[in-house]
């Protein structure tokens, strides 16, 4: 499975499926959805260079007490937006960085499911040595009954790599040996999951000054099983 990565003005990110999904700039569009120039995300159903604010999508859903806000349009959307498909995704901390998922359907292990993440890089700095741990939740097949998954990633920006994994009751998943470069690209291809994967693909970003948080995404060959991930440091 490919990813797709987006780099434009002061937005980065990737997805896992770019047919269904993809990040960029958000534009304006109308009073429900104003806010442009920040991090945002559009829909195949809606038009994929049309990227909606996360920040305004947020207002479109119900967020529950894990911070997962939930937009399933094709039961509870406006009639000009149905068949948008199902949407979990998460804000890290009060940052412009998001995380999260979607599908066509309700249904886990959807043969469509596609994780993506975004955020604004202004201001994004990596420091060139010293150690740092970051606090890190991630979005799969989301239910609030299963909650978010949760970690720690341990990052040493001498050696230039970031280890930890991420787990619930039903999953966990780990990222491998993963290495960014010096404006704080991540990437692995030796991520792992419980269900028995191995040669997961990490794709993924620092964002603030001195790295403050990140966010990325796993995948692997079985599709249901790709996370979502964003995270504070300690």
Avoid: C
């Amino acid at each position: 499975m490919a990813f797709a990565g987006t780099a434009h003005a002061q937005v980065a990110g990737g997805t896992s499926d770019s047919s269904h999904n993809q990040v960029g700039v958000s534009a304006s569009f109308g009073p429900t959805h104003p806010t442009a120039g920040v991090a945002g995300l559009s829909a195949s159903a809606t038009g994929l260079s049309n990227k909606v604010a996360f920040q305004d999508l947020k207002n479109d859903g119900t967020t529950d007490g894990n911070g997962v806000t939930t937009i399933n349009n094709p039961i509870t959307g406006p009639d000009d937006h149905q068949n948008l498909g199902l949407f979990h995704f998460a804000q890290v901390a009060n940052n412009d960085v998001w995380f999260g998922e979607w599908t066509s359907t309700a249904t886990s292990g959807s043969t469509d499911h596609t994780v993506y993440y975004a955020g604004t890089t202004t201001g994004t700095t990596i420091p060139a040595s010293g150690t740092a741990s970051y606090s890190v939740k991630g979005i799969n097949n989301y239910a609030a009954s299963s909650g978010l998954l949760s970690g720690t990633f341990n990052a040493d920006f001498t050696a230039k790599t970031l280890t930890g994994g991420l787990s619930n009751a039903a999953y966990s998943v780990n990222i491998g040996s993963a290495t960014f470069n010096s404006g704080g690209a991540i990437a692995s291809t030796t991520a792992s999951n419980s269900a028995g994967a191995t040669g997961g693909t990490v794709d993924g970003r620092f964002y603030g000054a001195n790295a403050a948080t990140l966010a990325g995404i796993v995948t692997f060959a079985a599709r249901q099983y790709d996370t979502a991930f964003g995270g504070t440091k300690n």
